[in-house]
C-alpha cells in the first residue's frame, strides 16, 4: 500500500473546488490518512520546492503557494502516487488530459490547482515535511471492495 501527498493549491480554494477535487480522489478508491486547512508559510514553502530554488518562476511560485489558504492531504491505496499524479494530469493545463483536474478547471502551468508527488523519495519527504507522524491509520468496510 502506498501513500502520496497532496495540496489543493490557493486557486481550488478560493474557487471553491475542494470538494470537488478531493471528491475525484475518493471514488478512485484512495482513503484519505491525513488532511488540514492551512496558511503556507514562506519557510516551509521553500522547503516543499527547493528543488526548484534556481528556476525563473521559483519567486512567482513561492507567491502564489502562500497567497491564501491551502489543503494538505495525505492519500493511501494501490499505487497511489501514479494514481494521483494521472489524476491531477500534466503540470501544463493546456497538455493535460481530458479528464484530469488540471484540464478540466485549469488553463495555465501558474494556476494548476494541485501538487502531487512524483515518487516514493519524494512522497515519503514531503508526507514528513507537512504532517511529521500525524497520519491516522484506519479500516474502511469498503476496503475489500477496492483492494484484492
Ligand atoms: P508538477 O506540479 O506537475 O510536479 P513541477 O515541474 O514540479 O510540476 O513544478 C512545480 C510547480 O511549479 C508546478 O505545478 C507549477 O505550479 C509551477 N511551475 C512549473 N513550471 C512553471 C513555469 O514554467 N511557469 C510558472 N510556474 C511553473
Ligand atoms: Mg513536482
Redesign the pocket.
Known sequence: MERTFVIL?PDAVQRGLVGEIIARFERRGLKLVAMKFMQVSDELARKH?A??AE???FA??IQ??VSAPVVALVLEGTNAIAVV?NT?G???PAEAAPGTI?ADFGL?????L???S?GPDTARDEITLWFGDDLVAWGRAVDAWIFE
Open positions: 493549491k520546492y528543488v526548484h528556476r525563473p518562476f512567482g511560485l502564489y503557494i499524479r491531477v500534466a503540470t501544463k488540471r495555465e502551468i501558474g494556476r494548476n494541485v501538487h502531487a512524483d
